[in-house]
């Protein structure tokens, strides 16, 4: 690593701290509030229409703060801390992704099943990008949901083939959002994401190039998602 990146690394890890301390994380929230009031008055004429089918959805779940960037196309071939930067993204922990997973072992529910939420065959899952998803924690989880009436042996969680999270999402790669699923498919952010300060997460907005970001609690609130610990630290055991 060259000498100017690690004084970036260093800069941005020096405003990331200070982001995090009460007063100026409440300063960046009401900045970010204000700057997602002016922006989310009506489409962009240029968005893609998936894009405009999230910005659709946010309207219909009544989210009135929510903000969606433009990224370069060369977006993903950057670092963390780069994608951080080119949206004054608080930190790079404040970057997320909406993941597919499906249980391999998955049978045909119980007639007793409370909801959706409980056995379902696909999960989509909310994790920052310097975590992993822990699968067998999913899966203690997921199989909580139903008072672990599921034997263990009938879950294990694996990526979804691409096309399979094409079909029940709407969106490719690197674009997928959570918000305008074209099924409704069981949302579980993870318990670290929620710990975030200031507390804004950035995710897909239906295209490689488009991202949103909004504040943690109104997401939460408005899906009605389910939290859980389903994820670890980037080279946690």
């Known amino acids: 690593m060259d000498e100017p990146t690690k004084t970036l690394l260093r800069i941005g890890h020096d405003i990331s701290q200070l982001l995090t301390t009460t007063q100026v994380s409440s300063l960046y929230t009401l900045y970010f509030l204000d700057q997602a009031a002016r922006e989310s008055e009506s489409p962009h004429a240029s968005w893609p229409e998936v894009v ?3 910005y659709n959805g946010l309207r219909a779940l009544n989210i009135q703060h929510a903000r969606i960037y433009h990224v370069d196309p060369s977006y993903y071939s950057w670092p963390l801390y780069e994608r951080a930067l080119c949206m004054q993204v608080p930190s790079p922990a404040h970057l997320c992704k909406l993941v597919v997973l499906e249980n391999k072992h998955w049978r045909t529910p119980l007639e007793t099943q409370q909801s959706h939420w409980a056995n379902a065959q696909y ?3 909310l994790v920052q990008y310097v975590h992993t998803i822990d699968t067998k924690a999913l899966a203690e989880y997921v199989r909580s949901l139903d008072g672990n009436k599921v034997a263990r042996k009938h879950f294990k969680f694996r990526l979804a083939d691409p096309h399979v999270s094409k079909e029940l999402t709407g969106y490719d790669k690197n674009g997928v959002s959570p918000i305008a699923m074209t099924h409704d498919v069981p949302v579980i952010m993870s318990t670290s994401i929620t710990q975030l300060q200031p507390s804004v997460f950035w995710l897909g907005a239906g295209h490689v ?4 970001a909004l504040p943690i609690q109104t997401f939460i ?6 939290v859980a610990p389903v994820s670890l630290p980037n080279g946690s055991d």
């Open 52 to 54: 405009t089918r999230v």
């Open 209 to 212: 190039d488009y991202k949103l």
């Open 123 to 125: 999960y989509a899952v």
């Open 221 to 226: 609130d408005a899906t009605q998602c389910l």
